[in-house]
């Protein structure tokens, strides 16, 4: 494998001291380090933990009795739901000494890790935000659960930021992989993640650790620590935990060797003539049209460049193709230098709850959660690619080429710059999430469970872009600098209004222009969202068959979700080409809407078979919720499914769902925000930069999927300790709400498909104005594939201690999205090219673990398998979709845990460490070419590490 071998002598020295470190003390006898090899979780067989009356043990607390199995509603001994589950024990969490719940989810392979730190790029948004996305379907189709419960979203579009929910009291993570709207509701299409609290805990455990990448950036600190007691003889149950977390980020791809190389994508649009690839993947890529002291980039004097004072010198260009170059004088300059490889953070997380049980039968529970979270760091420059207007009459124009323009009679000149001067424009957001829970769970006699539960959460969220953020039309007056007749410096405009304030700005020269509160500012934008929840829920035996009980469970919920968002005035302004706001970036726009459901969900388990000559065991499992939205009205959702043990060791399984999810606050009322995107205009044959104006639809419908899963689970008597489970997937998304990217717009319309003209607003001359993106429920999603886990866990005989050997992997075998133009399947597309992002073919992780009473060692390997840069491209030359190189290797990231454990009296430590990316391996080359988010990176931060080698050290202690 490419890069493979990088530094292996290096790697394997820097894990020898972490080991000699963590090495001495073996013959204390802490427990903690070894609890997940004793009593290993369950994976996606579901085996251990789809009965609660056995739960798998926790150091220090019980596992929750009452929390319902996330696969299925019904809560009965020795049911066994038909739906895949996968489950992450408290154990395994800690052992990965993780960032953020991300880092645990990501060795699931059905999870993609499509928005990190990691993967923020140029996202106006800011960073940080860190959220759960089963099978690449998006993270709005992965339903997040507490106990069971939804979260509190982190915004309009109604996904949770996972890192505001405190990792120390997590007692167990379950994933569906699978549709799951007949029992959860809305969004639980890819499936369901629900974190399990622990339900009790007695005295005081906590974490610190810190951790920092072997570049000397990415520097993390973290601290955790939960405490719990019980009172009044074990009546009143009282637990509360807390998270700290501040992570420095890391800056652009210029900090890494691989990013020095400015490796960038090249759209040749003149194959036909030249010869060449329609797209080229290059290093030393840079902007032909800009420079940051500015460029004059056509007619006569185009070439002329202004370097330090403004003073002209003659540019070099490199191989041109439009706006871009291979090589030339930009050296520097490639557009990457806007990207922060990861976003800096802070997050601030406590959650209390308290058990009180009033009688024998019946407990009154309630939860608080607090969380506040920062992030900043910085978006794009502004970039003017050739499209900045200078007359002749300029006050800093140099002399010179004043001169040139008389000879040449040129009145204007087109001057393209990159603004570094200006520098990134910086971003901040900050998150602050509240979240109120109080019920109560009842016995009502026999196996009759009932339980309800009333719910406040709100997220305030505020994000500011400045106060570098370009004011557009004021630069433009500012930039059009004139002779007063007493000879001072003024904008034009100040000539025809003396009161307009403006202050002239000089573009010509690096470090010319002047942040000033006229050219520039701050983008505001202010959001409250809010939601309110109810729900009763009962479950039990209603009767007895020949093959034992039949259980139902049945609820009732409501919910209510709203929004209002505020900006400041000038995000607000219409502009004269009808695009709305008055910045370069942000010009969020105000978002006041809601939504309100009621619904009503059955589920029942028929056991059809119980210890008979045609099966140990045989159980349908079927439900049913009808759900009526204010917006869109009623919808049903369902699910059957067959669970067989044909004999012991051997199990079979079988689901079909109808699954839904509903448009969020941000799809049905966004009014009109707008950003920049790079589009091939080819009226003028080049790229060109364009605002992009997006619109919410109140008429939107849900989403409707169609889901399979079918497979086995076999657990060998002859074999103890070993698990084994293979799952087939099938979902189909129907009326998927999408807008149509602009990209892609523009070339459909431009090859003549007047479906997509409609989403382009054009000038007079045929030139593309802005380009307009409205959700619609225009797409289908369809994708299929199979996972396969496997679990083995021995003791070796020749020597004290266990071995644990775990493989995970999922092969996707289709990844198709239908529009209007036809079905695009970008399975095994590794690329985000033109914001189109695919899912390789293999994702896999395979970890080996020793463990004795008080000594961990983890290798891990995560592994991504090969796949092409386009599925639409053929590696050639000389025809339109050839590109010089599609195919990209397989890679491996190899993982090194530690851990040691010491004990005095009572009191417990565990000493750990981890390295992440043992080998240093460096991620591919597979530029996007695309403007905005992680796209402006040489390679795809959401598959491949583009952190380097990493360490972390810290110790847990229980007291």
């Known amino acids: 494998m490419r890069d493979f071998n990088k530094s292996r002598t290096k790697s394997f020295a820097c894990a020898g001291v972490a080991l000699s470190a963590l090495l001495w003390g073996s013959a204390s006898h802490a427990q903690s380090a070894v609890e997940a090899i004793k009593a290993p979780a369950a994976l996606q067989s579901g085996t251990p933990n789809n009965d609660p009356a056995e739960p798998a043990g926790h150091a220090g607390e019980e596992a929750a009795s009452e929390i319902v199995v996330t696969a299925s509603r019904i809560s009965r001994t020795g049911f066994t739901a038909p739906t895949p589950v996968t489950t992450i024990s408290a154990e395994e969490i800690q052992n990965r000494a993780p960032s953020s719940l991300a880092d645990v989810l990501v060795t699931i392979p059905s999870f993609r890790p499509t928005n990190t730190p990691t993967t923020s790029g140029v996202n106006s948004r800011g960073g940080g935000i860190v959220t759960a996305d089963l099978r690449g379907l998006g993270a709005t189709r992965t339903l997040v659960l507490v106990n069971g419960r939804r979260f509190v979203p982190s915004g309009t579009d109604g996904v949770v930021d996972l890192k505001l929910i405190p990792t120390l009291l997590i007692g167990s993570a379950e994933t569906v992989t699978g549709g799951a709207s007949a029992a959860w509701g809305s969004d639980a299409v890819a499936g369901v993640i629900n974190f399990i609290l622990k339900d009790k805990l007695e005295g005081v455990q906590g974490t610190i650790q810190n951790g920092i990448s072997e570049q000397g950036d990415n520097a993390e600190f973290r601290a955790s620590l939960a405490a719990g007691t019980t009172l009044m003889g074990g009546r009143l149950r009282l637990l509360i935990g807390g998270d700290y977390i501040h992570n420095k980020g890391i800056p652009n791809q210029y900090s890494r060797d691989w990013g020095r190389r400015e490796v960038g994508l090249i759209t040749n649009a003149a194959y036909a003539d030249n010869g060449l690839p329609n797209y080229i993947i290059a290093p030393q890529v840079y902007p032909s049209l800009m420079t940051p002291g500015g460029l004059i980039t056509s007619g006569p004097l185009r070439g002329t460049a202004f370097g330090a004072g403004g003073t002209p010198y003659q540019f070099d260009f490199g191989q041109v193709f439009g706006s871009q170059m291979i090589g030339g004088g930009n050296q520097g300059n490639h557009l990457s230098r806007s990207t922060q490889l990861a976003a800096p953070y802070e997050a601030k997380i406590v959650m209390a709850k308290a058990d009180f049980d009033l009688t024998d039968a019946v407990t009154l529970f309630a939860e608080v959660n607090g969380a506040w979270s920062s992030s900043g760091g910085f978006s794009q420059q502004s970039r003017d690619a050739g499209t900045l207007t200078i007359r002749r009459d300029n006050a800093y124009l140099p002399e010179s080429v004043r001169q040139a323009m008389v000879t040449n009679n040129l009145d204007t000149i087109a001057v393209g710059r990159l603004n570094n001067d200006a520098g990134p424009v910086r971003v901040h957001s900050s998150n602050e999430t509240l979240r109120f829970v109080t019920g109560f769970r009842a016995n009502l006699g026999g196996n009759w469970k009932l339980n309800g539960y009333v719910q406040y959460g709100q997220n305030t969220y505020d994000v500011a872009s400045g106060p570098n953020n370009r004011i557009v039309a004021n630069y433009m007056r500012a930039i059009d600098a004139v002779f007063a007749p007493g000879g001072q410096i003024v904008c034009r405009s100040t000539l025809a209004n003396p009161a307009d304030g403006c202050k002239p700005q000089n573009i010509f020269g690096d470090g010319s222009l002047v942040v000033d509160d006229y050219s520039f500012g701050t983008a505001s934008f202010h959001l409250r969202t809010e939601q309110r929840v109810a729900s009763l829920n009962i479950n039990g035996d209603i009767f007895s068959t020949w093959a034992g009980p039949v259980s139902i469970a049945a609820g009732i919920e409501t919910r209510k979700e709203e929004a209002a968002g505020t900006s400041d005035p000038l995000s607000t302004q219409v502009q004269a080409n ?112 364009v605002r992009e104006v997006q619109q919410g639809n109140p008429d939107l419908r849900p989403e409707k999927a169609d889901t399979w899963t079918m497979g086995f689970v076999v657990e060998p008597a002859f074999l103890r300790g070993f698990q084994l489970s293979v799952d087939y997937y099938d979902i189909d998304v129907q009326d998927v709400i999408a807008g149509v990217p602009s990209a892609l717009a523009v070339s459909r319309c431009s090859a003549g498909l007047t479906l997509f003209c409609s989403s382009i607003a054009f000038n007079p001359d045929g030139t593309i104005r802005n380009t307009i993106l409205q959700q619609l429920n225009l797409n289908s999603l369809k994708t299929a594939g199979v996972d396969v886990e496997a679990r083995f866990a021995f003791e070796p005989g020749f020597m004290p201690g266990r071995i644990a050997l775990r493989a995970l992997a999922s092969y996707v075998d289709k990844f198709v999205t239908v529009d209007a133009a036809g079905a695009t399947d970008r399975v095994g597309q590794v690329s985000q090219f033109n914001r189109a992002p695919g899912v390789p073919h293999f994702t896999g992780v395979g970890e080996i673990t020793y463990s004795n009473a008080d000594f961990l060692a983890n290798l891990q390997v995560r592994m991504v398998g090969k796949g092409v840069y386009n599925n639409a491209f053929t590696q050639g030359s000389g025809a339109a979709n050839t590109i010089n190189d599609n195919h990209i290797p397989a890679y491996a990231y190899l993982g090194l845990n530690l851990s040691q454990g010491i004990t005095a009296g009572r009191t417990s430590f565990t000493l750990f460490g981890t390295i992440n990316n043992l080998l240093d391996t460096d991620p591919p080359m597979i530029p996007s070419g695309s403007i905005g988010f992680a796209n402006e990176t040489s390679t795809n931060p959401a598959f491949y590490d583009v952190i380097g080698r990493s360490f972390k050290i810290g110790v847990r202690f229980s007291l």
Do not use: H, M
């Not at 008055?582 to 029942?604: D, H, K, M, R, T």
């Not at 388990?605 to 439900?623: E, H, I, Q, T, Y």
């Open 578 to 689: 009808g695009s709305i706001g008055a910045f370069q970036i942000g010009n969020q726009v105000p978002i006041v809407g809601s939504y309100s459901l009621w619904e009503a969900y059955g589920e029942a388990v028929v056991p059809l078979l119980r210890d008979s000559p045609l099966g140990k065991s045989l159980d349908l499992n079927a439900a049913v919720r009808r759900t009526d939205y204010s917006t869109s009205g009623t919808v049903t959702t369902w699910k059957a499914g067959l669970s067989y043990t044909p004999f012991a060791g051997l199990r079979l399984r079988a689901t079909r769902s109808r699954d839904i999810r509903a448009p969020n606050l941000a799809e049905l009322f966004q009014n009109g925000g707008s950003s920049f995107v790079n589009v091939f205009d080819s009226k003028l044959g080049t790229v060109v930069q």
